[in-house]
């Protein structure tokens, strides 16, 4: 018989609606393995146990409806709840409760979801792993000596041990396909403009954005279709969507011309030989599909890296952090920060203008293509401490640039991505690959991606670490 985290997210939702089973029942099976197994993984930051069980038992007194009703879906801690804490990953935000819940928060409770916490994050989002000095390091739970990446690193670890269906997370520079990608799940960055970061939290530059991690596209599907939306004031806004997206990932998506490259941008970057095989064998899945399948030259050179680090360095000086607090920053945090605040404004602007103008000339090459593949990261799962022990921050700050050399490309150019859990090393440890779309696109990329899914059996070949069946 199967356990109810053995459900997907949709699953579990209908058997709500069939009243088999009770939101309060689902929220105590993964509060109970939260606490049992969490210790190991290090997902979450902060536990709601009580504000999820009166939410459950409210969610019983009301009448079943949406595709997510009852179902528990963590919230990262880069985004507001109101009356939780917030920690940003930071030591200098301990005692920091958030005022008010990001609409995306309020999105996701409105249509019926549970929320059991607070998932961990990198301090203030910027490292592409998941160690900060406010919860232990956070590991992939196919290998429990390996990082869960970032910095939706809690988001990801949750889903893949089973310690939620799903999860909200955000992107910035492949903040959603690096964890997807090392813990085994199917992740979607969607278009620049999609969903709000209102009321607080800004989107100047345009890079970053809130979607969905799960094990199946259709549970992905299902939760970027509550989470769009948009706010007054907001200063991006996404092509209209055709229909839900939970309907595109049940139709064929025809047959696709799909570009491909594994070319990094970033000088001197190699890629692992699993990596590369787990790009050649999504070549062929796809072609087998009766896709067509391109090879191109990389539409962004080296020329991105720079501007690209600048804007990096000086993200890093969002937060404002007080000055007694300084010495809590942990040492990547406050190098990135050095060099953050030692930027001028025209170099600041320069860089974005240099960014856009290499946008500009790309798209005309991708937008010939319904989709592009290339690798999501260049290694596979890195071990915990391996972006940080033993090395200064500069030569972590490049180990990071090397390893996530793909992923933030599509959020300077605010196209969709997604990562697709294809392939798994002889370690048994999950490589991903990438699919990125056009502007708006969100919805062939997701047709395309339950055909892949589909062909493998679902479940991507119904695939559990060993800490699942816990």
């Known amino acids: 018989m199967a356990y109810i985290h053995d459900l997907t997210a949709i699953e579990q939702a209908e058997a709500v609606r069939r009243r088999e089973i009770s939101p309060v029942e689902i929220a105590e099976h993964y509060l109970d ?19 999820a069980i009166e939410q459950a038992r409210a969610l019983e007194q009301g009448t079943p409806e949406g595709e997510l009703y009852g179902v528990p ?92 269906p799903a999860a909200q997370g955000s992107d910035g520079a492949g903040s959603i396909r690096i964890p997807s990608s090392v813990c085994g799940l199917f992740g979607i960055k969607p278009t620049r403009g999609r969903i709000s970061w209102a009321p607080i939290i800004p989107d100047l530059a345009g890079m970053s954005t809130n979607g969905p991690i799960a094990r199946t596209v259709a549970d992905a599907a299902a939760l970027l279709d509550v989470m769009t939306h948009n706010s007054p004031g907001d200063l991006f806004l996404a092509p209209p969507r055709e229909g839900a997206f939970l309907q595109a990932a049940r139709r064929e998506p025809g047959r696709l011309r799909i570009a491909r490259y594994a070319q990094p941008a970033v000088p001197g970057t190699e890629l ?57 920053l942990r040492p ?41 593949l290339t690798p999501t990261v260049t290694l596979p799962p890195r071990p915990v401490g391996w972006f940080e022990e033993g090395i200064t921050p500069e030569e972590g700050f490049e180990r990071m640039k090397r390893f996530a050399a793909f992923p933030a490309i599509y959020n300077v150019t605010g196209q969709p991505a997604v990562n697709l859990p294809l392939h798994w090393d002889e370690q048994g440890l999950p ?40």
């Open 33 to 51: 393995r939260i606490e049992r197994l969490d210790p190991q993984v290090g997902a979450y930051v902060t536990v709601a146990r009580d504000r």
């Open 73 to 164: 879906i963590p919230i990262k801690d880069l985004n507001l709840v109101k009356d939780v804490a917030i920690h940003f990953g930071s030591a200098t935000y301990a005692d920091f409760v958030a005022p008010v819940d990001d609409t995306v928060v309020e999105r996701l409770r409105e249509a019926g979801t549970v929320m059991l916490g607070k998932t961990a994050t990198p301090e203030f989002g910027l490292p592409c792993y998941t160690e900060t000095a406010v919860s232990p390091p956070t590991r992939t739970p196919w290998d429990l000596t390996r990082s869960a990446g970032g910095s939706s690193g809690g988001a990801a670890a949750a889903v893949a041990a089973g310690l939620a």
């Open 272 to 328: 692992d030989p699993a990596v590369l095989a787990a790009y050649e064998e999504a070549a062929k899945t796809l072609a087998s599909l009766g896709h067509e399948i391109v090879d191109i030259d990389p539409p962004f050179t080296s020329a991105v890296v720079e501007p690209f680090t600048t804007l990096w360095f000086t993200f890093a000086c969002m937060h404002p952090v007080a000055l007694d607090k300084q010495d809590l």
């Open 332 to 372: 990547m945090t406050a190098w990135l920060r050095e060099r953050g605040f030692a930027v001028p404004a025209p170099s600041f602007l320069q860089a974005q203008a240099a960014l856009q103008l290499a946008t500009r000339t790309a798209l005309i090459v991708t937008d010939a293509y319904d989709a592009v």
């Open 431 to 470: 490589i991903g690959v990438m699919l990125a779309g056009r502007i708006g696109g969100e919805n062939t990329l997701i047709s395309l991606s339950a055909q892949v899914e589909a062909a493998r059996g679902g479940f991507w070949g119904n695939r559990r670490p060993q800490v699942w069946e816990a």
